[in-house]
């Protein structure tokens, strides 16, 4: 969701450089991102991209969902713990595996790259099994590990509506969280102007955690199709569980659109910083991670 964001849509070992032109008396930096496509990777990389993918989508299922049945059950109902976990280990896993598939382990953000024509439709669909995948898995093993009692009780760790809430305040707060996350993700990862360098994942893992702090007893602040389908389906609990798999993509798709409307530049034609145009390179690129 940074560089690790940007290296998940370009060819690794081959660097887009970024361009910048003079826009008056202005350097503005074009941006350069390029779209993966299964056209574009072996199908070892795809299968790493995609491994990559379901650990983090999974690791965010166990130990977020994780934290939820072992406090819910304890009686303790700490929601900064289950901030903290989710926002923690998404930001570890961001940093660890960026630099492999681009660290999505979310649905709504991989759609948010769709939208956008970052990510062609038959990869995304890659992505999209790969995180389903690792969510149920990360499920299935938390249902081995915590007792019957325990599940039930907290429903895996799935999220749900709070008590008094309205279904359709539940919705208008997922889409807000997910715009937040999704564009905290463009600003940082896409972005080459962003600090992902500098934050690594944490500037993702943050959002996340401070979504939970506000949404957390609201909608349950899943943010993330895979996080509540996981612990849904194993748990076999479904109740208003729509609101994860239509609010969700639709505030990625908003945030992602926005941003790239706003702030990215529309990347130049092949031709562009030839001898004879105003174009030339004004930094090397990032480093490969």
Known sequence: M????????ADRGR???????????????????????????????????????????GALVFIGAGAIVQIGFSGD???LAVATAHGLILAIFVSALGHIS??????????????????????????????????VLAALLLRIVFDDQAVDATHLGAPAVGQGVEV???FVIEIVMTFLLVLVVFATAVDERGAFKLVAGFAIGLTIFADILVGGTISGAAMNPA????????????TDGWIYYVACPIGG?????????????????????????QLEEEQAPRPEV
């Open 15 to 57: 660097p887009s450089r970024p361009r910048s032109a003079w826009v008056g008396s202005s350097r503005v930096l074009l941006s350069s991102y390029p779209v993966v496509t299964l056209a574009r990777v072996d199908v070892r990389d795809a299968v790493q991209r995609g491994v990559a993918e379901a650990l983090g989508a």
């Open 227 to 238: 996080r509540a389908f996981g612990p849904q389906l194993v748990g076999n609990y479904w």
């Open 168 to 170: 359709w305040e539940a």
């Open 253 to 277: 798709a908003i945030a992602a659109l926005l941003y790239v409307k706003l702030y990215l530049r529309p990347e130049m034609d092949e031709t562009a910083g030839e001898a004879g145009t």
């Open 102 to 135: 681009g660290a999505h382990f979310n649905p709504a953000v991989t759609f948010g790259f769709l939208v956008t024509k970052r990510i062609d439709g038959a990869m995304a669909i890659v992505y999209w099994i790969s995180q389903f995948a690792g969510a």
């Open 2 to 9: 940074t560089a690790a964001f940007g290296r998940s849509l």
């Open 77 to 79: 109902g700490n929601l």
